[in-house]
């Protein structure tokens, strides 16, 4: 199995930045996409960004011309900057690996980090 362990999450405010991290335990050039997801309180958890083996990426439609996710195959990392942040940006950032697992796939999430946004 593939553990990921996110961070970076906090409080900042309406227009502000950051950058979440997200730690994986096995090399990432053998994943074949990693993810970010949130989920805003009472709602559905929603993909944020993906990003691929060869690192063709995809994002949702709030996410695109502000966020940008990225990867380091040395570090075993895969990361997302927060640009523009607003208010309803806020919920829990989920980290999500999928991976061979023997014929078939599997996958992995994070326990989350926290983002919130004040207005």
């Known amino acids: 199995q593939v553990q990921l362990v996110e961070s970076g999450g906090g409080l900042v405010q309406a227009g502000g930045s950051l950058t979440l991290s997200c730690a994986v335990s096995?090399?990432?050039?053998?994943?074949?996409?990693l993810y970010w997801y949130r989920q805003a309180p009472g709602k559905q958890r929603e993909m944020v960004a993906g990003i691929s083996t060869i690192g063709s990426t995809n994002y949702g439609d709030f996410a695109k011309g502000r966020f940008t996710i990225s990867k380091d195959n040395a570090k075993n990392t895969v990361s997302l900057e927060m640009n523009s942040l607003k208010p309803e940006d806020t919920g829990v950032y989920y980290c999500h690996a999928i991976f061979p697992l023997g014929s078939e796939y599997g996958s992995s999430w994070g326990q989350g980090t926290h983002v919130t946004v004040s207005s």
């Open positions: 096995a090399s990432i050039s053998s994943i074949n996409a």
